[in-house]
């Protein structure tokens, strides 16, 4: 699929590209595109953890053993 640009703002951006990195319109466009996708499945990611959270949190609570801090050491202070 063939990509034209209509808008004036975003081909003066990737000319201003071009010239600071002597790179081509399409390497620019591409690597643009692959960091953006990159992103997007970051923040898609993060919003699923976000939504399995709790159901985590509440799975741990039920599960937890009580904690009991002294049973982490012997009688003489040291790591049980």
Known sequence: MAVSIKSPR????LEQLRQLTGRGATEIVREALELELQRQRRLSRRRRLSAELPLLQEQATKTAKP??????YDEQGLPA
């Open 10 to 13: 975003v081909d003066a951006l």
């Open 67 to 72: 904690f009991n801090p002294e049973s982490l």
